[in-house]
T-cell receptor
Framework: DAKTTQPNSMESNEEEPVHLPCNHS???????IHWYRQLPSQGPEYVIH???SNVNNRMASLAIAEDRKSSTLILHRATLRDAAVYYC????????????FGTGTRLQVTL | ETGVTQSPTHLIKTRGQQVTLRCSSQ?????VSWYQQALGQGPQFIFQ???????GRGNFPPRFSGLQFPNYSSELNVNALELDDSALYLC???????????FGQGTRLTVV
């Protein structure tokens, strides 16, 4: 499986934008880029996914590099409720529940 | 609220015992996966069931086994418990062709 590399931790001030990077230099042409997050004492939850084009939804935006070797999850205005571990995961189509989690990025949000 | 519920929420077992963890998925979710999450680590894929058949397995020994039932419930069974089996066990469900998995809140298993 292609691997992803993320920083161990990041900090942000509340109501500021947050850019969470992910490197995936060995991504294959059919791999989708998925992001999940895990809030304290909860199971992971889906955030967003994309293949080549940038994507937006109510939770976040996903910016994908032209060569697809990296991507960035963007939280436009971080809140205290966004404090979580964010995981960047590569998925072959049709394998939505066979997720290979790394250690993710722990996001701290402060007032 | 994901519609995926797990029971029990916490459990303490003794080394060598057997344990059964349960998961109830949303109606229509014909695929269920189980994960083990050790403290400070990301979840690790144990196995997946699709229409009541095992359909993929991670690097876990045969003493980890599962069942999926037609009523969208499933079980994870672990035999001969070891201390290292202490972890949060997560269940995730989805349907074939979906791009999103829905996780329960997990069962915290402690083996003493």
């Amino acid at each position: 499986d292609a691997k992803t590399t993320q920083p161990n931790s990041m900090e942000s001030n509340e109501e500021e934008p947050v850019h969470l990077p992910c490197n995936h230099s060995t991504i294959s042409g059919t791999d989708y880029i998925h992001w999940y997050r895990q809030l304290p004492s909860q199971g992971p939850e889906y955030v967003i996914h994309g293949l080549t084009s940038n994507v937006n939804n109510r939770m976040a935006s996903l910016a994908i590099a032209e060569d697809r070797k990296s991507s960035t999850l963007i939280l436009h205005r971080a809140t205290l409720r966004d404090a979580a571990v964010y995981y960047c995961i590569l998925l072959y189509p049709g394998t939505a529940s066979k997720l290979t989690f790394g250690t993710g990025t722990r996001l701290q949000v402060t007032l | 609220e994901t519609g995926v519920t797990q029971s029990p929420t916490h459990l303490i077992k003794t080394r060598g015992q057997q344990v059964t963890l349960r998961c109830s998925s949303q109606s229509g979710h014909n695929t269920v996966s189980w994960y083990q999450q050790a403290l400070g680590q990301g979840p690790q894929f144990i196995f997946q069931y699709y229409r009541e058949e095992e359909n993929g397995r991670g690097n876990f020994p045969p003493r980890f086994s599962g069942l999926q039932f037609p009523n969208y419930s499933s079980e994870l069974n672990v035999n001969a418990l070891e201390l290292d089996d202490s972890a949060l066990y997560l269940c995730a469900s989805t349907w074939a062709g979906s791009t999103e998995a829905f996780f329960g809140q997990g069962t915290r298993l402690t083996v003493v």
